[in-house]
C-alpha cells in the first residue's frame, strides 16, 4: 500500500511539472505576438508612387487562442491485497483569445498558476449487515486444577463463531492438620495436611514449646551465709540451681546502754532487723565541764587582844580572856590576866569562801 502511494505522488508531481512547462511556453508565444503587434502599429505609413500617403486604417492583429493542454495520470493498484479506483488528475491551462479594434498598448502577461491535482477519492465499502450471534452452552475443553487454570468454549449456532473463556484455578482443599513430629521443651516439631483434590500436602513446624521450670529446692540467703534455688522443668525434668550472695547485716541506730560520765566510759547497741545480732561499742568519758568561782570575802569588825592575837569575833576573844582570868585565879598571879583583860576593834577584809573550780555535770570541784 505504501509502494503504491508514492507511486501515486511521483506521478502527480511529474504532471504538475510537465503543466508548467507547457505553460511558460504558451507565455513566450504570446509576448511575441504582442511586440509583433507593437511594432505594426508604431510604423509610419509609407506613400505609393503616386505620392498619396497609404492607408492609415490600423491593422487588425488576431492573437491565437492557445491550446488547451490535459495531463491525465492514471495508475492501477500495484497490490492485490486492496482495490482502489483509477486516479486520475487533469490540468488545464486556458488563456483566452485577444481581439482588438484599436491599437493595443504592450501588454505583460502573466504566467498561469497551475491548477492543483484533485485528491484521489477513497474507496467506499458496503454497509455492514447486523447479525447477532446466538452461543449455545458452555463446553469444558480444558478442566482446571488446583494450581493451573482450565478453559472453555461455546460456539455460535448461525454462523459458528466460538468464543473461549478461562476457567479460574480452584485451589486446593487442604484437611486438617496432622501432628507428624510432636514439639519438645528445646526441638520443634511439624505437621502436615493433605489436599483432598490433587493430593498435595502442606508441612508447617511446630515451635519447641520450651521449658517449664519451677523451684524444687534451695536456701535462702542469710545476713552472713549466700542462698541456693533449685529449678525443675516438669516437663523433660531439666534442672539448674541458682545461688545468691550474702544479704548483709541490716542494723537500725544506735542507741545508748550506759551514759558515760566525767571518767568513766559509757556504751551504745543497734540490733540487725533480719537476724537479731546486737552490735555494741564503747563511748568516751565525757570529761570534767570546770566553771570557775571567784572567792567571796567579808568586811568585819574584828578585835584583836592585848597579847595580839585577832579574833573572828567578840564571843571568840570573851572565851580568850576568860580562860587567862582562871589561871589567874588559880595562881593568883593577876599580871596574866591583866595581858588578856582587853581588846581593840578595827576593821578588816575577811575571806568567808575561797576561790574554787567546779564541774558542771559532776559538781567535782577543786
Not at 511539472?17 to 507547457?22: C, K, L, W, Y
Not at 507565455?27 to 508604431?42: C, H, I, K, L
Not at 498598448?105 to 504566467?111: D, E, M
Not at 511439624?190 to 515451635?207: Q, V
Request: hydrophobic share 25%; net charge negative; proline share 6%.
Amino acid at each position: 500500500m505504501k509502494t503504491y502511494k508514492t507511486i501515486i505522488m511521483f506521478m502527480m508531481v511529474l504532471a504538475i511539472v510537465i503543466g508548467i512547462f507547457a505553460g511558460c511556453n504558451k507565455q513566450n508565444d504570446t509576448t511575441e505576438s504582442v511586440t509583433v503587434a507593437a511594432a505594426t502599429e508604431t510604423a509610419p505609413a509609407e506613400e505609393d508612387s503616386t505620392g498619396v500617403p497609404a492607408s492609415t486604417e490600423p491593422e487588425t492583429t488576431v492573437f491565437i487562442e492557445p491550446v488547451t493542454e490535459t495531463a491525465e495520470v492514471t495508475e492501477a493498484p500495484t497490490e492485490p491485497a486492496e482495490t482502489a479506483e483509477p486516479v486520475e488528475e487533469t490540468e488545464e491551462v486556458t488563456e483566452p483569445a485577444v481581439e482588438t479594434t484599436e491599437p493595443p498598448a504592450p501588454t505583460t502577461v502573466q504566467p498561469t498558476q497551475p491548477v492543483q491535482p484533485t485528491q484521489p477519492s477513497q474507496p467506499t465499502s458496503p454497509a455492514p449487515t447486523t447479525h447477532t450471534h446466538q452461543y449455545g452452552a458452555w463446553k469444558v475443553t480444558k478442566s482446571p486444577t488446583c494450581t493451573k487454570d482450565g478453559t472453555k468454549i461455546k460456539t455460535c449456532t448461525t454462523c459458528g463463531k466460538t468464543k473461549t473463556e478461562t476457567i479460574k484455578a480452584t485451589g486446593h482443599n487442604y484437611g486438617s492438620w496432622v501432628t507428624v513430629k510432636n514439639p519438645t521443651c528445646t526441638e520443634a516439631g511439624s505437621k502436615t495436611k493433605t489436599c483432598s483434590n490433587c493430593g498435595a500436602t502442606k508441612t508447617e513446624a511446630i515451635a519447641a514449646t520450651g521449658h517449664s521450670y519451677k523451684l524444687t529446692s534451695g536456701k535462702e540467703a542469710t545476713c552472713t551465709e549466700g542462698g541456693t534455688a533449685t529449678y525443675t522443668c516438669s516437663k523433660c525434668h531439666d534442672s539448674y540451681t541458682e545461688t545468691s550472695a550474702a544479704t548483709g547485716h541490716k542494723f537500725g541506730s544506735w542507741k545508748a546502754d550506759k551514759q558515760p560520765t566525767c571518767t568513766s566510759t559509757g556504751s551504745e547497741q543497734r540490733t540487725c532487723s533480719r537476724c537479731g545480732k546486737v552490735e555494741s561499742r564503747a563511748v568516751d568519758a565525757l570529761g570534767h565541764d570546770w566553771v570557775h568561782h571567784d572567792a567571796e570575802v567579808e568586811w568585819v569588825m574584828l578585835p584583836e587582844c592585848l597579847c595580839g592575837e585577832v579574833f573572828n569575833s567578840v564571843a571568840e576573844w570573851v572565851e580568850h580572856s576568860n580562860y587567862y582570868v582562871a589561871i589567874a585565879d588559880e595562881t593568883g598571879d593577876w599580871s596574866i590576866a591583866d595581858a588578856h583583860s582587853g581588846y581593840t576593834s578595827y576593821w578588816k577584809e575577811v575571806v568567808i569562801k575561797a576561790a574554787y573550780d567546779s564541774c558542771s555535770r559532776c559538781g567535782m570541784t577543786k
